[in-house]
T-cell receptor, first 115, second 115 residues
Framework: GAGVSQTPSNKVTEKGKYVELRCDPISGHTALYWYRQSLGQGPEFLIYFQGTGAADDSGLPNDRFFAVRPEGSVSTLKIQRTERGDSAVYLC?????????????FGEGSRLTVL | DQQVKQNSPSLSVQEGRISILNCDYTNSMFDYFLWYKKYPAEGPTFLISISSIKDKNEDGRFTVFLNKSAKHLSLHIVPSQPGDSAVYFCAATAAGGTSYGKLTFGQGTILTVHP
């Protein structure tokens, strides 16, 4: 489809394991965002890419979280030594560099459960 | 520190009547505000936005009002339809910055429109 694609849609892992979540943005969108949504809360900003570089990673909670976008398209969010508190829906969004409305286009999210 | 607050967790409205969803913010640097709608198992979708230089923006059945002095905005849906039943998120950003897509979301309000 033409929307933002995220895989896997669901991931169950054990505490301490390593996890990768993938985001395929809308073709031509230069900006890419990762958000995290915990139960009963709104999405929380994690990191923003403009092209290949992380323009703002101030939302990453600690150094167990890392994200890359090596070719300026697909992005991977990597979580090391997962903890139960990492359980959430991880949302990816993309946008053109400029927008009249400031709209972000979100994917359906990857639900991560850490047992 | 919740910079964007939606104090009503839920709202129930009869079909055809007006739905009013409220949002308060504390950060004076926010100058652009958006509303997103979210259905279960889907990502948030953009609804409407407003710049701080305006006090009202209208798009079909949806109108957003901004009261800068009170740091308050509201979304009006008239007339409400059963298909409007979803979670509504208020979001804010400092659009003049380099990360205009770095949104701060409220906790969301569950709107239920009864036939």
């Amino acid at each position: 489809g033409a929307g933002v694609s995220q895989t896997p849609s669901n991931k169950v892992t054990e505490k301490g394991k390593y996890v990768e979540l993938r985001c395929d943005p809308i073709s031509g969108h230069t900006a890419l965002y990762w958000y995290r949504q915990s139960l009963g809360q709104g999405p929380e900003f994690l990191i923003y890419f403009q092209g290949t570089g992380a323009a703002d990673d101030s939302g990453l909670p600690n150094d167990r979280f890392f994200a890359v976008r090596p070719e300026g398209s697909v992005s991977t969010l990597k979580i090391q030594r997962t903890e139960r508190g990492d359980s959430a829906v991880y949302l990816c969004a993309s946008s053109p560099r400029t927008s009249d409305t400031g709209e972000l286009f979100f994917g359906e999210g990857s639900r991560l459960t850490v047992l | 520190d919740q910079q964007v607050k939606q104090n009503s967790p839920s709202l129930s409205v009869q079909e055809g009547r007006i739905s009013i969803l409220n949002c308060d913010y504390t950060n004076s640097m926010f100058d652009y505000f958006l509303w997103y709608k979210k259905y279960p198992a889907e990502g948030p979708t953009f609804l409407i936005s407003i710049s701080s230089i305006k006090d009202k923006n209208e798009d079909g059945r949806f109108t957003v009002f901004l009261n800068k002095s009170a740091k308050h905005l509201s979304l009006h849906i008239v007339p409400s339809q059963p298909g409007d039943s979803a979670v509504y998120f208020c979001a804010a950003t400092a659009a003049g910055g380099t990360s205009y897509g770095k949104l701060t979301f409220g906790q969301g309000t569950i709107l239920t429109v009864h036939p």
